[in-house]
Each structure stands twice: as C-alpha cells, then as structure tokens.
C-alpha cells in the first residue's frame, strides 16, 4: 500500500518508534500528527487511524474486564475469559473512520457494523491499528524487556 498524505500532509502506513530519547531527557516527538492508513473493502474507502488514548483506553479497558489476574508473584498472568474476544472489533470500531465524498476523514464505523463483517477483514485491521497505534496487550512490554539485547520504555 502506497502512503499517502492527509489534510495536515503526515499520512504514513509505515510504523516507527513513537519518541526518541535524548541525553538531556527531554522527549522529542518528530510528528505530532496520528498514523493514518487508507483501506478499502470491497467498494468502500475508509481510514484506519491511530489509537487516541481513548480508544486506547477503550482497548485496555476491555482486555482487563475480560480477563483474570492468576497466579503469584512474577509468574502472575492475565488470562483470557468470557468476552476476550471483543476487544478486536472494540479497537477497530475506536479507529476505522469512514471517507467523506472528498476523501476526508469521515465518522467512525459503529462497532454494530463491525461485527457484522467477515472475521478474517476485522483480525487484519485489528492488527494493523495494534502496529500503528503501538500499543499491545498486557505483558508484551514486560516480556519484551527480558529477550536479549531489547531495549522497552523511555530512557532518560
């Protein structure tokens, strides 16, 4: 998929790291502005755009009342319970925006609609709002920081 620009001219399919350090520990943002993919399915156009922190919130907050906290200690994980499973439409419907006539960003498609679509259309989306968004479900960072030679977090 070719990037594109949008009306602030920062639309970017490609997926980098959110901040950079910097020695002084300041946080230096190069572009402000949300990731935003074009997507087409079937004959319509719509915009898969990064998470805000609400939908952000939106996406965490499902997994967590959906999940139970078991074991002890560092051996504690969530594991998945009753409704897990919708915190894949619950991310898209918080990021997948319908295009206007002129190609702008639109209104969000509803969840309702969401579920209504093919399983294998809403899994891809959701894994490229995952990428773009740059967020993961719990533990990821946590399991992250233990392989070798990775570097997680904000280091100041």
């Not at 790291?17 to 399915?41: A, C, R, Y």
């Not at 897990?84 to 997948?96: G, K, R």
């Not at 702008?104 to 294998?120: F, H, K, N, S």
């Amino acid at each position: 998929m070719k990037p594109t620009t949008t009306e602030h001219g920062h639309w970017s399919e490609k997926s980098e790291q959110p901040t950079k350090p910097e020695s002084n520990g300041q946080l230096i943002f190069d572009n402000p502005f949300p990731t935003e993919v074009p997507v087409i399915i079937g004959t319509e156009q719509f915009i898969l755009r990064e998470a805000d922190e609400t939908a952000s919130c939106k996406y965490h907050n499902a997994i967590y009342r959906s999940s139970t906290l078991v074991g002890e200690g560092e051996d504690r994980k969530l594991v998945p319970g009753d409704g897990f499973a919708d915190v894949e439409p619950i991310l898209v419907a918080a990021c997948l925006y319908r295009t206007t006539k002129e190609g702008q960003r639109g209104p969000l498609v509803p969840y309702e609609e969401i579920m209504t679509w093919r399983a294998d259309i809403v899994s891809k989306l959701f894994d490229k709002a995952k990428a773009i968004s740059h967020i993961g479900t719990p533990g990821e960072k946590e399991k992250a920081k233990n392989l070798p030679g990775a570097t997680v977090g904000i280091s100041a």
